[in-house]
Each structure stands twice: as C-alpha cells, then as structure tokens.
C-alpha cells in the first residue's frame, strides 16, 4: 500500500480518515502489513501491501483454480484486443489515461493496469473482490510503484464520495455483482465533477419474439440448470461446445443463443487453438463462475443512465452500445460534469 492511496483511504461505513497501527513498511514506502482502525472502533487488516474490506469470511489463497490460470495467457494474448476492441473503440484517438488516476474495477488479472501505466497514466488503484488479489494481480503490482491493490466489493468502497477526478474503468465487475444498479451508483458517487466512469454493460435484445424466448431459456433457465452441476461437468460442456463452435457455422449458432462464449477473436498461427482456450475458459466463467449474470434492456439501461447523468452532452456511446451491431468491446462512458439544468 502506498503513501499515495493511504491519504484517500475512507472507512467504507462512516467515510472518516483511517488511523494505522502496528505498521510494516518495505520498499518504496509502501506499508506491506497494519491495521487500519476507523472511528467506531472497526478494523481492517492490510496484508501483503493489500488493503482488505471484505471481512473475516474472505482467505488468503494464492490463486491456482484453472479458471484464474487463464489470466496468464492474458498478457501475451490479449493486449492488442484490449487495445483495439476496447480502447479504440470506446475513446477513439483520445488518450484519457494520460497524467489521470484510474481506478479499475474487478481487473481480474491485473494486466490491463500495467498497460493503462503504459498509455501515461499517473497511478492505478485496482479493486477486487475476488482471491486473485493474491496471485497474478499482486504480482503485476510488485511490477510498478504507481498500482495499488484493495480487496472491497463495489457496494462498500473505502473512499470518500464526491473525491475522485481520474476516471474508473468497470468492464465486466457491475455485470457480476449483486446489484448493477446499486454498484454502478456507488461507483458513481465517488466522482467529482473532473472525474467519469466507463462501463461495459450486456444489452439484450427485445424486438422479437425469439429474443424473448432465448433470454428465458438460455439465460436464466438453462444457466441455473447448469450453476447447480459440477465443475467437471460444467467443464466437460464448455470443452464440448467451444469445439464445435470452431466450425463454421455451428460456431455461429453456439455463441448467437448464448451456449458459448469467447470475447476476442485471435488471429496468427494456431488461432485456433487460442480460440478453443478462450471459450472454454469463458463458457466455464459464465456458466459456474460467476453468481450473478446481469444483462439489462436497451430502456434499461437508458433510463439508468438518465438517472446519473441528464445532460446527453456528458454520455457517449450509449446508442451505439445499445445496437445489436455495436463495436466489439466498446463501453460507455459518463463524464460527471454538470447536469443539464
């Protein structure tokens, strides 16, 4: 834990500055072990530089699950996505992490810190909420002095509302967590008028009857009938469909009705082969992974972000996110700005 995020550590339940006890430091300044002690008495521990919210339920484990193993194919593989699909697609030529602070909401790995340090950012604060803080993650921030890791979830975040003029960058973390609503105002909540969120949300389609129907079946029926089997079934199907779906055609029909899932399309020599490990991974996640799966309706959506923002002048990409033919990766971003009288 750094200096620089310790002045804006906040207890999550009243919002008052943190006192440190019994502080280690290491290299750099930063603290590696402590107690943070709010203003009723609550503590907090801070281990391996970590800062940790989640209460006594959370363990420390290193991260060895062969779902989290995938994340160390995600630096080599997946980079150039990240940068043409996400970035491109969502800031176009603008370079919105230059000289700004991000926080990075459920980064998974951590990777894409590292290379939002790389496009000229000036600190990230990664937040997760998941075992990976200790594995992968801690390891990307042993690589840099400007990325900080806390261990909270996103509906009781450690930091003052109203305090923060960088950007939070949240792609897949709203979509899993208890409430989207209730995180993505929580997140929201944080930003001073300098600051603005980017968000990633899956719209589903309502125009047809089929859309309908595929949204019942696959999506909830279909998904809960699967949460409930083994690991080694749920991997056994995400095996059996991510190879079929390398076929032409048959890999069409998998992943339109939602029976696979992959989220870039890697090209090169064996691209297939990446392609196969991409799905397995991620039909794996999306099937046994994950509690929640949110997928919201383009009104939906809409109508919660007029509820953050009512000046259009301050949204982009709403509309193109919200076409069923919308850029690959590409996410929504809300400036807080000023609100349309």
Known sequence: MTP??????????????????????????RVTDCILKGRRGRTYPVRKSIPRFTGERQKVRTVVSDKEQ??????????????????????????????????????????QALWMLEMGAKHVIYIENSRA???????????????????CTLEELPFDEGSFDGVVVCNDALRHSPSFDHSLKS??????????????????????????????????????????RSNAFVCGYARLVSFLHLWPGVGYLLMKNHLVYRTTKPSGHFCW???????????????AGYKYEHVKTA???????????????????????CNKDKPVGMAIRVKKGESAS
């Open 187 to 228: 997140l929201w909540a944080l930003l001073s008028p300098a600051g603005e969120i980017v968000f990633q949300c899956p719209v589903r389609q309502t125009k047809r009857w089929y859309h309908h129907m595929r949204y019942k079946v696959v999506n909830k029926t279909f998904r809960r009938f699967m949460m409930r």
């Open 273 to 287: 082969l990446r392609r196969y490990k991409d799905a397995v991974d991620h039909t794996f996640e999306y099937f």
């Open 299 to 321: 009104d939906e959506l809409k109508s919660l972000v007029g509820f953050l923002q009512n000046n259009p002048a301050a949204v982009f990409n709403l509309e193109a996110v």
């Open 70 to 111: 995938h994340t160390e194919r995600h630096k080599s593989l997946y980079k150039n996505a990240w940068e043409n699909e996400f970035v491109r697609n969502t800031f176009g030529a603008e370079n919105i992490f230059k000289d700004r602070v991000v926080i990075d909401c459920g980064g998974g790995s951590g990777y």
């Open 133 to 151: 803080v200790d594995g992968v993650a801690r390891e990307c921030m042993e690589e840099s002095a400007h990325i900080d890791i806390v261990q």
């Open 4 to 29: 620089f995020l310790l002045e804006m550590l906040r207890d999550p339940e009243t919002k008052a500055p943190l006192c440190v006890e019994h502080a280690r430091y290491g290299e750099k300044g």
